[in-house]
């Protein structure tokens, strides 16, 4: 366990030693669905996982504590524990959140693993779209009351600077995630996209379903920073 800034204590776990990559899931999931492919890579790199607070084994706080920053200061925290720089590796909304950090602190960051990810919206509707259908979900998942705060936008911060991010990036979608394809283009539009793996068959959670194809990637990836 390690322990932010507000004093929310989060879980935390590291194996392996190499190459340091710090691993953020994607909202409603819990540090476990990285198991596989954090093993594979332990064999030559170092790897931690963690829990987005309200999740797993991390601290519950209250509703009103779930916002970008909480977030941010968590990854922080995570990051004082594991050491930097380090490759952030995000899934979904914890690609989001490693895109922001980078932006925030690009010292911390050798590269990023972006896997199914998005960098959020400029356009109003389409965002207010996006905060209706994770209000909608949220009754679904068991989560802390509050916790949908953190998959929820509330600004345009991150697609609005994406092009001031330099550090070389790995872009990992599946073939039937349509939803976050197009967020692929923009960031080889506006990143340093060293290369794309598309995973044909695969969905949402490529990296679980198709881990052995991502530890490659990810593995030729680091060989090459």
């Known amino acids: 366990m390690t322990t932010s800034v507000d004093g929310v204590e989060i879980a935390v776990e590291h194996r392996g030693h190499g190459t340091r990559l710090v ?19 332990a064999t030559d790199h170092a790897v931690t996982t963690w829990d987005l607070r309200g999740h797993g084994g991390s601290g519950t706080p209250p509703p009103g504590s779930y916002s970008r920053q909480h977030a941010l200061g968590d990854l922080a925290a995570v990051l ?22 980078t ?3 690009p010292d911390d960051v050798v590269a990023l693993v972006l896997i199914a990810t998005g960098p959020g919206f400029r356009n109003l509707e389409a965002r207010e779209e996006w905060n209706a259908s994770v209000t909608a979900a949220v009754g679904k998942m068991g989560l802390a009351p509050g916790a949908e705060e953190l998959s929820l936008h509330v600004d ?23 939803r976050f394809a197009a967020s692929a283009g923009l960031f080889k539009r506006d990143l340093d996209v060293r290369a794309t793996l598309v995973v044909p068959d695969q969905g949402h959670m490529v990296h679980v379903k198709a881990a052995a ?5 990810i593995r030729e990836f680091t060989a090459g920073l």
């Open 213 to 217: 194809e991502c530890a490659e990637a």
């Open 80 to 101: 004082d524990e594991a050491g930097r720089p380090a490759v952030l590796v995000g899934h979904s909304l914890g690609g989001y959140f490693s895109l922001a950090h």
């Open 103 to 105: 932006l925030d602190h």
């Open 156 to 178: 345009s911060h991150v697609i609005d600077h994406l092009a001031e991010i330099t550090c070389p990036v790995l872009v990992l979608l599946g073939e039937r995630d349509k």
């Open 23 to 41: 691993c953020t899931t994607g909202w409603a999931n819990e540090r476990t669905v990285w198991s596989t492919l954090a093993d594979d890579l």
